[in-house]
């Protein structure tokens, strides 16, 4: 694999006063420029991974850890929050609470001003923030004004004020309807494949990871389960089912059909209606 922006070795973690660890031995390398989507049941220990890359753990909650997380071939537990929100952007569930000022402009602002940028820093980054989210016509709005979904391009834009190289969403289309959801990820997308931002989105809602994301990490019990291309994780469907993981629909309507390789599997719409398509000539 190529140089890894982000590598977790062996990472353990438990919460205080708590009997089970949270995460438990987990290794993931990550390469600059990949898409890769978190996802498993409740209480698996998704957010806690999220915390653990924005350093809200350790800097703003304690607990006992073992193993490395290494970003950009350092440890991050070396750095303050500070240095790792230059690297790591992190957009959150609820866009009411990481919303915080009242002007779509001061929200992007608000980081940057705590960094001590220059002006002309800052308004650089305001307008190419806003561009690459695509919501320039918000810049001079009230944010109480703004639905869900442009909130949550908000929290992205105003994570992306501080050019991270890395961008770490945790169920961040959670309040949204699918054309809500499909939106975002369409933005998370460009970022990734245009500017080379790498994301890491958790996320629920299979149907859209599989489309979006070119690796899949299943969270367990605090451990990853499995990793690897969406047709390689969403093709073992009992053990999904075991674990409680929603299996992509269209994925789901193929297996019953007899598909199961990378060939054959489709996990977007557009696959499904070609896979139906050859099926059916048969
Ligand atoms: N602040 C905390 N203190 C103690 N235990 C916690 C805390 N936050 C989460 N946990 C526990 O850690 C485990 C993983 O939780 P979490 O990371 O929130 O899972 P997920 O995001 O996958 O639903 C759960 O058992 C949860 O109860
Ligand atoms: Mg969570």
């Not at 850890?65 to 750095?79: C, K, W």
């Not at 389960?225 to 309507?253: C, H, N, T, Y």
């Amino acid at each position: 694999m190529l140089l890894a922006i982000l590598e977790i070795s062996n990472f353990t973690f438990s919460y205080p006063r708590s009997p089970q660890p949270a995460l438990k031995d987990i290794n993931l390398r990550v390469a600059k420029g990949e898409f890769i989507g978190i996802t498993g049941p409740t209480g698996a220990g998704k957010s806690t991974l999220a915390s653990c890359l924005n350093g809200i753990i350790p800097h703003f909650q304690g607990g006992t850890a073992q193993g490395q997380i290494s970003l950009q071939g350092s440890s991050i537990f070396e750095r303050s929050t500070a240095q790792i929100s230059r690297v790591v952007g992190s957009v959150f569930q609820d866009p009411e609470a990481q919303i915080i000022c009242t002007e779509v402009e001061q929200e992007l602002a608000f980081g940057l001003e705590n960094l001590g940028f220059e002006p002309a820093e800052i308004e650089r980054r305001i307008a190419v923030a806003l561009d690459m989210v695509g919501i320039t016509a918000l810049r001079y709005w009230p944010t109480v004004a703004l639905s869900g979904g442009q909130k949550q391009r908000v929290a992205i834009a105003a994570a992306l004020a501080m050019l991270p190289e890395i961008l770490v969403l945790d169920e961040p289309t959670s309040e949204l309807d699918p054309m809500g959801t499909e939106d975002i990820f369409r933005v998370l997308t460009k970022l990734n494949q245009e500017y080379g931002i790498t994301v890491i989105i958790i996320e629920q809602k299979t149907e859209h990871l599989a489309a979006h994301a070119g690796r899949i990490v299943i969270l367990h019990n605090g451990e990853i389960a499995m990793d690897g291309e969406p047709w390689q994780v969403f093709s073992q469907q009992e053990a999904l089912a075991a674990i409680g993981v929603r299996i992509p629909q269209v994925a789901q309507l193929a297996r019953m059909l007899g598909g199961n390789s990378k060939e054959t599997l489709p996990l977007t719409v557009e696959e499904g209606r070609r896979f139906l398509e050859r099926m059916l000539r048969r």
